[in-house]
Structure formats: structure tokens, C-alpha cells
């Protein structure tokens, strides 16, 4: 469960296991560029750290979908993060990556706020199909990992020479 009884927490530290499906609204503003391909995995543990004050430690796995960023073919890729979030009282804690504020009255602790953010800290800044894709062609837009599409690289006048002897060889065939 993502939605944590403050109270049981009080007593002694509380298993913390779910999952936000992949369209889960909180979700929602992830870039646009990038969608989740897998719900987020949540495993982890709650306990008090001092009066108002909680710490989580917890990982978070799941499958971003986007596009190479090279030649646009569409990539999946695992997501995973390690946490150690405080939650604590407005006023206890400085707002800043890694902690997140409750209010004085809460008796619930929804960790889905907590997550979604985690997440888009986790997600890659752009994806490849691999480490060495050719990309695309700047000319005709072939998919350079399919092969050599025949255009010429613009400014090197090297490539002329060789097309021109190629194409004398295929008129020898
Ligand atoms: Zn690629
Ligand atoms: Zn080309």
C-alpha cells in the first residue's frame, strides 16, 4: 500500500509495497517526449525519525517508453531509483529533492505524490536504441542502422570520388 496510517508508523517501521499503474494520473505530466511502459514497482520501509519527522527508504522500478534520440525508433527502457525521503511538518524541513512536507494534522501519508516526483527525477534525459546507433540521414532520412543509404555526407568531397567509382562498378556488373 502507498497510503501509510501515520499512527502504525508511530509503533514501529511499516513495510511499504505497491504500485502506480503506468496511466496513473499522477503521472500525468511526465515528458511528453516519454511514457511509462510498467506500472512503478514501490518496495520499501517507513519509520519515525523524531516527533513529526518520518524517513523512507525505498526503490522504485519501472519501463520508460521514447524515442531514440538519434534515429527515432522506439526504445524501452528499465527505470530504477533508490530513495531516502523525509516527510516531516511545514517548517521542519526545507522543501527540496528528497523531502516533502505533511501536514501538522495528517493521520494518513499518501507516498504517491512522493513517487510520481521520484520518478521524474529518475527518468533518463533522453534515450538511445543503442550506444552506437548511425542515426538517421540528415538528406533522405534512411535509417542509417538498416545501412549505407547512398547519399553523400554534405562537405566531403572524398565521398564524390567514391560514389563516382562505385557507380562505375555497378555499371560493370
Ligand atoms: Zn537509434
Ligand atoms: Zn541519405
Known sequence: ML???????????????GELAA????????????TL?????????????????FYWRASLETVVRAECRRCLAAVEVP?????????????????????YVIPVRAKTLDLGRAVREEVLLALPRFVECRP???????????????GPCGCAPAG???????RALTQLERKGD
Open 3 to 17: 497510503r501509510i496510517d501515520l499512527a502504525e508508523v508511530r509503533v514501529g517501521p511499516v513495510e511499504t509495497t
Open 23 to 34: 496511466d496513473d494520473p499522477l503521472l500525468g505530466e511526465v515528458d511528453p517526449g516519454m
Open 37 to 53: 511502459a510498467a506500472p512503478v514497482r514501490v518496495k520499501g520501509r517507513i519509520s519515525s525519525a523524531g516527533e513529526g519527522k
Open 79 to 99: 527505470v530504477s531509483a533508490s530513495l531516502g525521503v523525509i516527510f516531516a511538518h511545514e517548517g521542519d524541513v526545507v522543501e527540496d529533492a528528497g523531502c
Open 132 to 146: 552506437d546507433c548511425r542515426g538517421l540521414c540528415p538528406k533522405c532520412g534512411a535509417n542509417l542502422n538498416d
Open 156 to 162: 566531403d568531397p572524398r565521398w564524390d570520388a567514391l
